[in-house]
T-cell receptor, first 117, second 112 residues
Framework: NAGVMQNPRHLVRRRGQEARLRCSPM?????VYWYRQLPEEGLKFMVY????????ESGMPKERFSAEFPKEGPSILRIQQVVRGDSAAYFC???????????????FGPGTRLTVL | EDKVVQSPLSLVVHEGDTVTLNCSYE??????LLWYKQEKKAPTFLFML????IEKKSGRLSSILDKKELSSILNITATQTGDSAIYLC????????????FGAGTILRVKS
């Protein structure tokens, strides 16, 4: 059972370009979370998605950032018109479906390190 | 604002030493506290704690939660150089499903 997959592992973009980060959850997992880790900071929650639904995007910047988790295919975190401050490691995590009251740990992918020149 | 605070921020010890890492939280509707180890890749899961006072152990690592004090500790005995990593504490709370709030982490370096 493969773990959470993210690609690319490293991404270099120039200011103003678009960055697309992909995340394939573990088999059987239907919950996906995106986190951003800035240098010397902890992981910051960005968005929580289930298939075809954004459940909580309270951590997403209001502009330029968007996320989706389509019925087929990986979850995508999209950053438009990147700026230097977007340089960070972006981690995706997944957890299995569960009902309210069940605690599920999250399994993390290897991350995508975005560098904006 | 909900927050998770870890201490110390960094720690340097020698092999064989015992270390204690701290995590305190201010979160409403607490559900669970999780510890992760992060090396040069993704955080890997260590422990999930939901009940106060019950120690969880895995080899040389152990952790316990104190809900009264809103805190948790992670102990590592007989440290090895392979324990060098960032140790992240995260708290999950009731209203937001499985969303986690992370502390900034403790950077542990074990010298041989």
């Amino acid at each position: 059972n493969a773990g959470v997959m993210q690609n690319p592992r490293h991404l270099v973009r120039r200011r103003g370009q678009e960055a697309r980060l992909r995340c394939s959850p573990m088999k059987g997992h239907s919950h996906v979370y995106w986190y951003r880790q800035l240098p010397e900071e902890g992981l910051k929650f960005m968005v929580y998605l289930q298939k075809e639904n954004i459940i909580d995007e309270s951590g997403m910047p209001k502009e330029r950032f968007s996320a989706e988790f389509p019925k087929e295919g990986p979850s995508i975190l999209r950053i438009q018109q990147v700026v230097r401050g977007d340089s960070a490691a972006y981690f995706c995590a997944s957890s299995p479906p569960g009902f309210s009251g069940v605690n599920n740990e999250q399994f993390f992918g290897p991350g995508t390190r975005l560098t904006v020149l | 604002e909900d927050k998770v605070v870890q201490s110390p921020l960094s720690l340097v010890v020698h092999e064989g030493d015992t270390v204690t890492l701290n995590c305190s939280y201010e979160v409403t509707n607490f559900r669970s506290l999780l510890w992760y180890k992060q090396e040069k890749k993704a955080p890997t899961f260590l422990f999930m704690l939901t009940s106060s006072g019950i120690e969880k152990k895995s080899g040389r690592l152990s952790s316990i939660l104190d809900k009264k004090e809103l805190s948790s500790i992670l102990n590592i005995t007989a440290t090895q150089t392979g324990d060098s990593a960032i140790y992240l504490c995260a708290v999950e709370w009731e209203e937001y499903g499985n969303k986690l709030v992370f502390g900034a982490g403790t950077i542990l370096r074990v010298k041989s």
